[in-house]
């Protein structure tokens, strides 16, 4: 009985992120253009670069190391002063040039050359293992790695997503980051294609960033017990039943309006 009941909730849920899916992708007018088309070991490096960095300045941190030394053999061997005066701009500089010096010599052993396309002739379990297996590379980057470079694997990045997820009661409450990709990712159709993931990950994004404030959501709707509850957001107690919420942000209204009545 336990086990049934297991499962009819976890079915539940998956129909309810499949209907938060249809109505945030009808809302923020996919397809979303993928905004990269690095090989993926160059997004990887970007990846390293953007933790914690605005994208402009992770751009120019990106663009600098390879005018500067031409390519990522040429980083790799650099003094790492100069990397690291490379990529001024971002945060943590200073650590994350020996990081990323560190990751690339890890790279050139593993695979006696500086490279990651072979990714591609894995499974997505097997890429992101094999690169979580490199120091610093957490669960984010490795999906990020795999569906935002030009290998387009349909694996998904979970960031502000995840405070979204929460909030609607996708996930249980308290649940880190690491582990919400795993969570997160069994509720997505198997046969999804790179485009439907990458549009699933930025329409979440984009609602966090619109409606679903990490402070003072925009969100005073019934729809979502989380804001009802705490009355600007804080300390949300969500709940797998708990509707969803598409709701009037500070830039207009819904924008799932036609679809959600607000």
């Known amino acids: 009985m336990a086990l049934l009941l297991r499962e009819a909730h976890t079915e539940?849920?998956?129909?309810?992120?499949?209907?938060?899916?249809?109505?945030?992708?009808?809302?923020?007018?996919?397809?979303?253009?993928?905004?990269?088309?690095?090989?993926p070991l160059s997004q990887l490096v970007g990846n390293l670069l953007s933790h914690r960095s605005k994208n402009h300045h992770t751009g120019r941190a990106f663009r600098a190391p390879l005018e500067r030394f031409g390519t990522w053999e040429a980083?790799?061997?650099a003094p790492v002063e100069a990397v690291q005066e490379a990529i001024q701009g971002v945060t943590w500089p200073e650590q994350k040039a020996p990081r990323i010096q560190a990751m690339l010599r890890e790279i050139t052993r593993r695979v006696r050359k500086l490279e990651l396309d072979f990714l591609g002739q894995m499974t997505i379990p097997q890429a992101r293992h094999w690169l979580e297996r490199l120091?610093?590379?957490?669960?984010?980057?490795?999906?990020?790695?795999?569906?935002?470079?030009?290998l387009r694997m349909p694996a998904l990045p979970v960031d502000s997503h995840h405070r979204v997820a929460l909030r609607l009661g996708l996930l249980p409450e308290g649940t880190p980051v690491g582990p919400a990709h795993s969570l997160l990712e069994q509720f997505l159709s198997q046969n999804w294609s790179a485009q439907q993931v990458y549009d699933h990950h930025e329409v979440f994004m984009l609602h966090g960033k619109?409606?679903?404030?990490?402070?003072?959501?925009?969100?005073?709707?019934?729809?979502?017990?989380?804001?009802a509850r705490s009355g600007n957001g804080g300390s949300p107690r969500p709940?797998?039943?708990?509707?969803?919420?598409?709701?009037?942000?500070?830039?207009?209204?819904?924008?799932?309006?036609?679809r959600c009545g607000a």
């Open 239 to 258: 709940r797998a039943a708990d509707p969803i919420p598409l709701a009037p942000n500070r830039l207009g209204r819904c924008p799932g309006v036609e």
């Open 12 to 39: 539940a849920l998956a129909a309810k992120a499949l209907e938060v899916h249809r109505r945030l992708c009808a809302g923020y007018k996919r397809p979303i253009p993928f905004f990269s088309d690095h090989d």
């Open 210 to 227: 619109r409606c679903c404030y990490f402070h003072d959501p925009a969100c005073k709707r019934a729809w979502c017990s989380s804001c």
């Open 135 to 150: 120091s610093g590379v957490d669960p984010k980057t490795s999906a990020a790695t795999l569906l935002f470079s030009r």
């Open 75 to 77: 980083v790799q061997n």
